[in-house]
């Protein structure tokens, strides 16, 4: 958690009457201890936390239909945001901002409520949970998963797996960072991995369909390093 990055938040197995289910749980990474933060009321098979291990909301399946519930901190209450079903669909959160003012959720919907062969990612408005207008969509595939900036608040890319895994990273700085890592390996598939605080260090794997990948340490200060980790170790051919 980013408030105290000595715990992190874990899903926890429990077995009831109806079955097992999941209720969310902190751990501290070194002394092991574990809290209970938020019991399954039933159904739950997901939880949305923040940064900071706040609980946002929780993803509900319910015989053939799931909903996106949100959670209400100030009056203890989950409050349904979405629901779907097979023969209509909705959508799912797919990031949101600090302050939680700005959603972006991966739609089956267009904003006039027609049906969408792939899912994209979408704009919402939290006040009124209408859908805005598409940040990013794809002819081929569904595009669910995004990439987020801790520092500057921002989504800043997207995942997508068309005929290969990819990102596309559509914010200019980050477009930018990336490009000579892209051109030192041209035949290769450069993915941006993770990120210091400050955003001064980039972790980067570089891979293709020969070689299972290798780890980049990117400095602002320093420079490119190659780190002595490689997948191929562990990869079987």
Known sequence: MHSDPRKVLINASRV?????VV????????SGKRQVKRRNPGGIVQWLADENGAL???MRIKGSSSAFLRWDEANEIWRE????????????????SRGFDRWYVASWVNTDGSLRDKAGIFR????????????????DVDVSSVIGCRKSDQLIGVTINAEKLEQRLLDPACSKL?????????????????ASRDENRFLFTVWSSTDPGRY?????????NE???SLRSTWVS
């Open 81 to 96: 945001w979405s629901t779907s079903s097979i023969d209509r669909p909705g959508w799912v959160p797919a990031w949101f």
């Open 56 to 58: 946002v909301g929780a």
């Open 124 to 139: 919402l408005d939290p006040n009124t949970l209408k859908l805005g207008e598409s940040f990013f969509e794809h002819p």
């Open 227 to 229: 780190l002595s980790i």
């Open 23 to 30: 209720d969310l749980e902190t751990l501290e990474i070194y």
């Open 16 to 20: 009831t009457r109806e079955g097992i």
């Open 216 to 224: 980049f340490l990117f400095d602002r200060t320093k420079g490119l």
């Open 178 to 194: 990336v490009a000579p890592m892209a051109a030192r390996f041209p035949t290769s598939r450069v993915t941006l991995m993770s």
